[in-house]
């Protein structure tokens, strides 16, 4: 049995337990760990009021609202509570269970501190995801951690493995240490996986307010953990497990250098859950031409077999669902025979969402000497990352600066970047946009759900991109293509100008005359990337690498 601690998890679009990317990656491996039957207890944080629902004003401006839902539709309550500690307090947890089920193998559970009998400010831990810092963040881990260990035996389970998903889950190595009083036990039962390649990014706490928070935990000795002054869950993770694994190759080396102490850092690359990704027109070619892809997206390789045209079709019909999509929402007036390019994920400054529009007249150039360009974006920033709701703004003002001057190139910004949304954009458009700055982006996994619907990838070389990219025949890379190790990061002009480059002179021509190059080019996405870049590999992955090597 393994137990797989996540702070979120992305299951269902109307579900408000998500923020992105961490989350949304945790509901493909779940879903991949049911489909292969593997026994497994996930436990995450229940948050009633979601991470944030997104309007943009007027001005550009990121206007957040609370996600509100109803986990009646989707959980059921168990009758049952346990303690969880914090400081001299004694508060009660309870859970929830995702009741639609992926199989007999998997439960999942959503634990929940809001009890009447519990002080306002644990109540409160189970209303937003990642909204505050400090003491509010700490108490979030310690109900994650130690309360997911203590529900886990509350519920009779005894796992073999727990592996920690980045390190908001790490309290529960607490919880272990003074169960098991042996440090190289407690490593023999811990995977810690991390997703985060730079310093700051891990989370950390001043080791007073650990002390304080934990002060019944007379077995720790802090001061042992502490740096600089604070306690960091990742280095505490990393010390404590027994296999620590980046999510990429690149990002293997990127890990080594964060944590110097663990020169034995593993990789296991990430993967999507094909079948939940791939458009279900898309799967109605597979299922008549490539039967048990399904079940084996190794045979994915076989998509040449399928008709050329055929492919073209179901894809026109997929991105006219898209325009629609865009014009409904917006005023951009998209057409469906213009060249789209989407670039939806988390905005954030060092995802550079905007480096398209770095120079837009040079863009603008580009658009008119052909039919056209549409740019869809979308994605959430943050409430507090100033930096990511400036690009939004820039983003929003490119639009207006284009309408004025120019039909050839269009932009629009979707609302509200959730799961529905994105598998709208990542089998609609034409090309999927990546421009993260080298070597921050650990994985990335949206242009994988891409690639497997024939959309073109064009991207940084940096996290999956770097194994998975093959110029000129599955897609673009944008800049220099690192050595492995090599982490310095990328040059903003410099890769301004290769994008654009590439864009005038490679992308453009081939989608408007050179049809039968284009659709070749699809085919060769989705057999390079299928059958690698699926959580069916990644879960059988990390079983036979890690998984079996802790359990001897």
Same mark, same amino acid.
């Given at each position: 049995?393994?137990?797989?601690?996540?702070?979120?998890?992305?299951?269902?679009?109307?579900?408000?337990? #998500?923020?992105?990317?961490?989350?949304?990656?945790?509901?493909?491996?779940?879903?991949?760990?049911?489909?292969?039957?593997?026994?497994?207890?996930?436990?995450?944080?229940?948050?009633?009021?979601? #991470?944030?629902?997104?309007?943009?004003?007027?001005?550009?401006?990121?206007?957040?609202?609370?996600?509100?839902?109803?986990?009646?539709?989707?959980?059921?309550?168990?009758?049952?509570?346990?303690? !969880?500690?914090?400081?001299?307090? !004694?508060?009660?947890?309870?859970?929830?269970?995702?009741?639609?089920?992926?199989?007999?193998?998997?439960?999942?559970?959503?634990?929940?501190?809001?009890?009447?009998?519990?002080?306002?400010?644990?109540?409160?831990?189970?209303?937003?995801?990642?909204?505050?810092?400090?003491?509010?963040?700490?108490?979030?881990?310690?109900?994650?951690?130690?309360?997911?260990?203590?529900?886990?035996?509350?519920?009779?389970?005894?796992?073999?493995?727990?592996?920690?998903?980045?390190?908001?889950?790490?309290?529960?190595?607490?919880?272990?240490?003074?169960?098991?009083?042996?440090?190289?036990? !407690?490593?023999?039962?811990?995977?810690?996986?991390?997703?985060?390649?730079?310093?700051?990014?891990?989370?950390?706490?001043?080791?007073?307010?650990?002390? +304080?928070?934990?002060? /019944?935990?007379?077995?720790?000795?802090?001061?042992?953990?502490?740096?600089?002054?604070?306690? =960091?869950?990742?280095?505490?993770?990393?010390?404590?497990?027994? #296999?620590?694994?980046?999510?990429?190759?690149?990002?293997?080396?990127?890990?080594?250098?964060?944590?110097?102490?663990?020169?034995? &850092?593993?990789?296991?690359?990430?993967?999507?859950?094909? !079948?939940?990704? %791939?458009?279900?027109?898309?799967?109605?070619?597979?299922?008549?031409? &490539?039967?048990?892809?399904?079940?084996?997206?190794?045979?994915?390789?076989?998509?040449?077999?399928?008709? /050329?045209?055929?492919?073209?079709?179901?894809?026109?019909?997929?991105?006219?669902?898209?325009?629609?999509? $865009?014009?409904?929402?917006?005023?951009?007036?998209?057409?469906?025979? $213009?060249?789209?390019?989407?670039?939806?994920?988390? &905005?954030?400054? #060092?995802?550079?969402?905007?480096?398209?529009?770095?120079?837009?007249?040079?863009?603008?150039?580009?658009?008119?000497?052909?039919?056209?360009?549409?740019?869809?974006?979308?994605?959430?920033?943050?409430?507090?990352?100033?930096?990511?709701?400036? %690009?939004?703004?820039?983003?929003? +003002?490119?639009?207006?600066?284009?309408?004025?001057?120019?039909?050839?190139?269009? %932009?629009?910004?979707?609302?509200?970047?959730?799961?529905?949304?994105?598998?709208?954009?990542? /089998?609609?458009?034409?090309?999927?946009?990546?421009?993260?700055?080298? *070597?921050?982006?650990?994985?990335?996994?949206?242009?994988?759900?891409?690639?497997?619907?024939?959309?073109? =990838?064009?991207?940084?070389?940096?996290?999956?991109?770097?194994?998975?990219?093959?110029?000129?025949?599955?897609?673009?890379?944008?800049?220099?293509? *690192?050595?492995?190790?090599?982490?310095?990061?990328?040059?903003?002009?410099?890769?301004?100008?290769?994008?654009?480059?590439?864009?005038?002179?490679?992308?453009?021509?081939?989608?408007?005359?050179?049809?039968?190059?284009?659709?070749?080019?699809?085919?060769?996405?989705?057999?390079?990337?299928?059958?690698?870049?699926?959580?069916?590999?990644?879960?059988?992955?990390?079983?036979?690498?890690?998984?079996?090597?802790?359990?001897?």
């Amino acid at each position: 049995m393994i137990a797989y601690f996540v702070m979120e998890v992305g299951l269902e679009g109307q579900m408000a337990t #998500y923020s992105g990317g961490l989350g949304v990656l945790a509901g493909d491996t779940l879903m991949s760990f049911a489909d292969l039957g593997v026994p497994v207890v996930a436990v995450t944080l229940l948050y009633r009021g979601g #991470y944030l629902q997104q309007r943009i004003g007027p001005r550009g401006e990121q206007i957040e609202y609370e996600q509100r839902w109803d986990q009646r539709k989707f959980l059921k309550k168990l009758d049952l509570k346990v303690e !969880v500690p914090f400081g001299d307090r !004694v508060q009660k947890a309870t859970c929830w269970e995702y009741t639609p089920g992926l199989g007999d193998s998997l439960r999942i559970f959503f634990l929940d501190a809001d009890l009447p009998e519990n002080d306002p400010e644990i109540r409160n831990l189970n209303q937003r995801l990642y909204w505050a810092n400090g003491i509010y963040r700490l108490r979030q881990e310690i109900l994650l951690g130690i309360g997911g260990y203590r529900l886990l035996k509350a519920l009779g389970y005894e796992p073999q493995v727990y592996h920690m998903n980045e390190s908001h889950s790490a309290l529960l190595l607490v919880e272990l240490l003074k169960e098991l009083k042996d440090e190289e036990k !407690v490593r023999r039962r811990c995977l810690f996986t991390t997703h985060t390649p730079v310093p700051v990014g891990h989370d950390r706490f001043p080791v007073n307010m650990v002390k +304080e928070e934990l002060k /019944s935990y007379d077995h720790m000795n802090w001061d042992r953990e502490v740096e600089d002054g604070h306690i =960091n869950l990742s280095k505490l993770a990393v010390k404590y497990s027994g #296999y620590v694994n980046a999510v990429s190759l690149k990002h293997m080396y990127v890990s080594r250098e964060i944590f110097p102490e663990r020169e034995d &850092i593993d990789y296991v690359t990430n993967g999507v859950h094909h !079948v939940r990704w %791939i458009h279900e027109e898309i799967k109605g070619l597979f299922n008549y031409y &490539i039967p048990g892809w399904n079940s084996n997206p190794m045979l994915l390789q076989q998509v040449h077999f399928i008709p /050329s045209h055929l492919l073209y079709e179901k894809h026109e019909r997929i991105k006219g669902q898209l325009i629609n999509l $865009v014009n409904k929402q917006t005023d951009a007036s998209f057409s469906s025979d $213009v060249l789209t390019i989407g670039i939806a994920r988390r &905005i954030t400054p #060092y995802k550079r969402n905007d480096l398209i529009l770095m120079d837009i007249n040079r863009l603008i150039e580009i658009a008119e000497s052909c039919e056209g360009i549409q740019l869809v974006f979308a994605g959430k920033s943050h409430p507090r990352d100033e930096g990511g709701k400036g %690009i939004i703004k820039n983003i929003i +003002e490119a639009s207006h600066y284009v309408k004025s001057r120019t039909k050839r190139l269009k %932009i629009a910004f979707i609302e509200n970047y959730d799961i529905d949304t994105a598998k709208a954009l990542v /089998s609609g458009c034409d090309v999927w946009l990546n421009t993260p700055k080298r *070597p921050y982006e650990a994985c990335g996994t949206s242009g994988m759900k891409a690639g497997m619907n024939g959309v073109l =990838n064009f991207s940084t070389w940096d996290g999956w991109w770097l194994e998975g990219g093959i110029e000129g025949i599955n897609g673009w890379g944008i800049g220099p293509k *690192p050595s492995w190790q090599d982490n310095t990061p990328s040059d903003d002009l410099q890769d301004m100008k290769d994008l654009y480059n590439k864009l005038q002179y490679n992308i453009v021509p081939t989608y408007y005359t050179k049809r039968e190059e284009w659709v070749k080019l699809m085919k060769n996405s989705i057999a390079t990337i299928g059958p690698f870049f699926n959580s069916h590999r990644m879960v059988n992955e990390y079983i036979s690498k890690i998984h079996i090597n802790l359990l001897r």
